[in-house]
């Protein structure tokens, strides 16, 4: 065959360091989402859609062929925490150092795309640690807690 072909669909997560709370401010968390979409669009893996709250995001995207997920999720945090830490009172802005990456299949593509767009009023009654435990639970992967909350 002579042609490449994929449909990979992947909701990433992770956090602010130490789930510090830098994206309060609305403006500067729609500018973070835009800047993420923009970001990911330029490694060839596409945005469905970004968000999340103050202290962390959520990302659903078409996984490109030509990268790896580790390099995938370095280069776009390397990318918006560069351009943050340009922002006033966030020259001290980090991302944790890990993650979560979970393969979905595109017949869940529609909820996931409204659990993340209803990141706000989700987290009024479930903190980051307890919505990610619980998506690691969901999706089968094992969490070693003295290694997740950077």
Known sequence: MSQSLSQIYL???????????????????????????????????????????EDHVHLLCRFG???????????????TSSWLKTKPGLRDFQWQSGYGAFSISPYH???????????K??????????EFRRLCKK????????YAWD
């Not at 593509?109 to 990141?119: L, N």
């Not at 009023?121 to 640690?129: A, I, L, V």
């Not at 999706?139 to 003295?146: A, K, M, N, P, S």
């Open 121 to 130: 009023e989700h987290h009024r009654k479930e903190s980051y640690q307890d």
């Open 65 to 79: 062929r030509k990268i790896t997920v580790a390099d995938f999720i370095r280069d776009q945090k390397r990318a």
């Open 11 to 53: 909701h990433i997560v992770y956090s602010t360091k130490h789930r510090k709370p830098f994206l309060k401010n609305d403006k500067l968390l729609l500018d973070t989402h835009a800047y993420l979409a923009t970001t990911v669009a330029n490694l060839d893996c596409p945005a469905l859609i970004v968000g999340g709250v």
């Open 139 to 146: 999706y089968g992967v094992e969490l070693d807690e003295r």
């Open 109 to 119: 593509v529609k909820p996931v795309t409204g659990y993340i767009g209803d990141q």
